[in-house]
């Protein structure tokens, strides 16, 4: 299963004002084999442009969509691609294409119905798990993947360590993750997954993407970038 990450950033990120910073992050996006797309947001066609990619949405047969916030959901997006948003009931598995795809509750409660995602390959049986934007797991999300094994788990990580944030970590740990929050979470997940990455990060909150990435490799972590391409 082949996992593009087209966006990495949370909803601080501005196409408008950023777009020449080095360490810029599009809002949270991925594409999975070519032909699933998950949060159609606004940045995906300056993606395909800035990286030199050619009709790279040609092959996608579907769309899901974690949550309706701007940063996730883009109406003129799905319009664009000519096709309909895969609706997901939850705790039922979907055959949606190629895949099996599980919705899970997310704890980020100023969004209309939150999920996170189970996705499996129907073929390979590769599974991976998409937790971005929400704090913590919920209990019944939490007691659901106890039972699974996974081949990647993807984790939000809006908010960087206490170092980053002076010591004091604000409101934001109540709908999404500090480091220590992920660390606490990987952990917790270690009997179930032995790779573990995570995106989604605020450009206020944080240290460098190197600086970043050395920090979290220490806990056995990796860190998601745009146009980043992982094989699972």
Same mark, same amino acid.
């Given at each position: ?14 196409? &408008?004002?950023? =777009?020449? /910073? ?9 594409? +999975? ?10 940045? +995906? ?9 050619? /009709?790279?949405?040609?092959?996608? !047969? ?5 949550? !309706? ?5 883009? $109406?003129?997006?799905?319009? %664009? ?23 899970? $509750? ?55 360590? !206490? ?13 999404? /993750?500090?480091? &220590? ?8 997940? %270690?009997? /179930? ?16 993407? %190197? &600086? ?6 220490? !806990? ?10 992982? &094989? =699972?």
């Amino acid at each position: 299963m082949k996992i593009h990450f087209l966006g990495t950033g949370a909803a601080d990120w501005n196409i &408008e004002k950023d =777009i020449d /910073n080095p360490e810029y992050r599009r809002n949270s996006s991925i594409l +999975i084999n070519d032909t699933l797309l998950v949060d159609p947001g606004s940045c +995906i066609f300056e993606f395909e442009q800035a990286f030199g990619y050619k /009709n790279l949405y040609k092959d996608v !047969k579907n769309i899901v969509c974690t949550h !309706k916030h701007s940063d996730h959901f883009s $109406p003129e997006t799905v319009e %664009k691609l000519g096709l309909e948003l895969t609706e997901l009931n939850l705790f039922e598995p979907t055959e949606v294409g190629a895949f099996i795809i599980t919705a899970l $509750p997310a704890n980020h409660k100023t969004a209309d119905d939150p999920r996170h995602l189970i996705i499996e390959e129907k073929a390979s049986g590769k599974r991976f798990f998409y937790g971005l934007d929400g704090a913590w797991l919920t209990y019944e999300t939490a007691k659901h993947l106890r039972k699974l094994n996974f081949d990647l788990m993807l984790f939000d990580a809006t908010l960087g360590s !206490k170092e980053d944030l002076g010591g004091i970590l604000d409101y934001r740990i109540f709908e999404h /993750n500090s480091l &220590e929050m992920v660390e606490l979470l990987c952990n917790t997940f %270690k009997n /179930n997954c032995s790779l573990f990455y995570i995106s989604h990060m605020a450009k206020t909150l944080h240290r460098s993407h %190197k &600086e970043l990435t050395e920090y979290m490799m220490l !806990k056995g972590i990796n860190v998601a970038y745009d146009n980043h391409i992982v &094989e =699972i």
